[in-house]
């Protein structure tokens, strides 16, 4: 994916590294590699790669990571933003 | 008359291949079915073979399921690795959104191959697509597949909806007996499904242990074979040409309902004159103008996905606003004795507005783009979306009076 880079600076994405245990889940979950490990702690090694899946977070045993996760799809925007942030707006 | 007896022994040779798989799975079929009396066939053909013992009142016999095993939990269906003509014409159907929000399978268990109680279970959704590139992949191999409740929709996106979700997962163990059918407690999933399930909730909820498997399909017979380990490549979302032209008849499909009216915006404003409105006008006027708007849908939703790795930018609707500028730039130089100033303005504001638009909704068709970016994006073109189609209006309506 390295010849599809999107919007620099933009995803939420956070790393505890005091609360990392090093089990490198978020290594093998994440589509884009954004994480590698290093010393027995994650990091964040191209965090402009990351597309806020959520992956990551979900399957962090300590909690370490934090983002807000969902669909980076216009039309789904446009109906949160119209309708507000329910479940009924659909994307794909 | 010398072709009946061949016919017949067909027939037998069919009914005995039943009785021999039915007594397979420990079922007498001689002592349940009543055998015909051959000599007394008078009319048509000779009958089928007599049905299969896990036929059910009611329920029909899928075309992708060969056969059925018996298991512990009851019979199992053992599903074919290869496709059929009408999975075929199926997945052709889908990719242009004909009946793409109903084609699904049951949940459940099903088996490929031979499994035994220590073969693998792959987890998948019950989006019949996504089903049928999973079984055409692991032929030769003896897995069982557990389909989970995802509504007929992919891996992907069922996990950003939370229906591929860990909730979905242990249910789906739980109702389907695997416990009694396997020894082992590992399921494999596909990567992509770990937005919507956390393996260490699984664990806790059903005693099984999540394995993260390859995310296509194409790789899952290397990772078994390499001891459930996936490098580096098997981990990564790719989008490569074909992928992206794969998803762009379904962007279409999508534009059916509003070109529809566009087309009739088109035409009313095509023929506003300083005779208010005439009819004469609207027609050589109106095609033009349709031109110009497929020239933006071209741009936006098929030129700009095809060749989106290479079109500057890193915006979707600045990559579409130059695919469209460049598509109406295309149409004047086509047209351009017939086209005046600002006839030619208002083409290219309108294939560069409809682009730039239909580029930025591709957006969610892509495995890459974060929603915090699109937000960002979306918030800077939209008003400049509605600048320039106010201005190709205004430029379209000038040009009646202009000349």
Redesign the interface.
């Known amino acids: ?1 390295d ?6 600076g ?3 994405l956070k790393l505890n590294v005091d609360s990392c245990i090093g089990c490198g ?1 978020c290594t ?6 954004v994480f590698a490990l290093d010393n027995r702690k994650a990091k964040i090694c191209d965090h402009d ?8 977070a ?2 962090c ?1 300590t909690d370490a990571i934090m983002v ?11 109906q949160t933003w119209i309708k507000g942030k329910r ?1 009924a707006a659909q ?2 | 008359m010398a072709k009946k007896p061949q016919q017949r022994s067909e027939c037998c040779a069919d009914e005995n291949l039943s009785a021999a798989r039915a007594s397979q799975h420990g079922i007498s079929l001689q002592a349940s079915m009543p055998q015909p009396i051959q000599d007394e066939v008078c009319c048509g053909a000779p009958p089928q073979p007599p049905g299969s013992p896990y036929e059910r009142p009611g329920y029909a016999l899928l075309p992708f399921v060969d056969d059925f095993m018996d298991t512990p939990v009851g019979p199992v269906p053992r599903v074919k690795t290869d496709l059929d003509l009408k999975d075929h014409v199926g997945t052709i159907a889908v990719r242009w959104a004909i009946n793409r929000k109903n084609y699904k399978i049951a949940p459940g268990l099903y088996a490929v191959g031979s499994p035994d109680q220590n073969a693998p279970v792959l987890v998948t959704a019950n989006y019949k697509l996504t089903f049928d590139v999973l079984r055409r992949q692991i032929e030769t191999l003896d897995v069982w597949i557990l389909v989970l409740d995802t509504r007929g929709i992919n891996v ?2 069922a ?3 939370d229906l591929f979700s860990t909730a979905e997962v242990i249910h789906r163990v739980q109702l389907s007996g695997l416990e009694d059918v396997v020894r082992h407690r590992q399921l494999i999933l596909p ?2 499904a ?7 909730e699984v664990k806790k909820g059903s005693g099984f242990k999540v394995i ?1 498997g390859p ?1 296509r399909a194409i790789d899952i017979k290397s990772f078994l074979e390499n001891s459930l380990k ?1 490098d ?1 490549s098997m ?5 490569d040409f074909m992928e992206r032209m794969a998803v762009v008849p379904v962007e279409l499909s999508h534009l059916l309902k509003p070109t529809l009216w566009m087309l009739g915006g088109i035409f009313l404003l095509s023929g506003i004159d300083s005779n208010i409105f005439s009819l004469a006008a609207a027609w050589p006027r109106g095609l033009m103008a349709t031109l110009a708007y497929a020239a933006g849908i071209l741009a936006g939703a098929v030129i700009a996905p095809a060749l ?2 290479w079109i500057p930018g ?3 609707a600045l990559k579409g606003s130059i695919t469209g500028i460049c598509c109406g730039i295309g149409i004047i130089l086509i047209f351009h004795p017939k086209l005046q100033l600002w006839d030619s303005l208002a083409v290219m504001l309108c294939a560069a507005t409809i682009s730039s638009y239909l580029a ?2 591709f ?16 918030r800077k073109a939209i008003p400049l979306q509605a600048l320039a189609g106010l201005m190709a209006v205004a430029a379209w309506i000038g040009s009646a009076f202009a000349y």
């Not at chain 1, 807000?68 to 446009?78: E, L």
């Not at chain 2, 770990?194 to 260490?200: C, F, H, I, L, N």
Request: hydrophobic letters at 35%; one cysteine or more.
């Open positions: 994916m010849n599809f880079r999107y919007l620099p933009v995803s939420t889940m093998i979950v994440c589509p884009h590699g790669g990351c597309m806020e899946c959520g992956a990551c979900k399957n045993p807000t996760p969902g669909v980076g799809c216009a039309s789904y925007i446009i479940p994307c794909c | 992907w996106c996990a950003g909806k990567q992509l770990a937005t919507g399930v956390s393996a260490q993260w995310i996936a580096d981990r990564r979302v790719t989008f989106l790795p890193r915006s979707f930025m909704n957006t969610g068709s892509t495995p890459f783009t974060s929603p915090s970016g699109v937000e960002k994006e979306m």
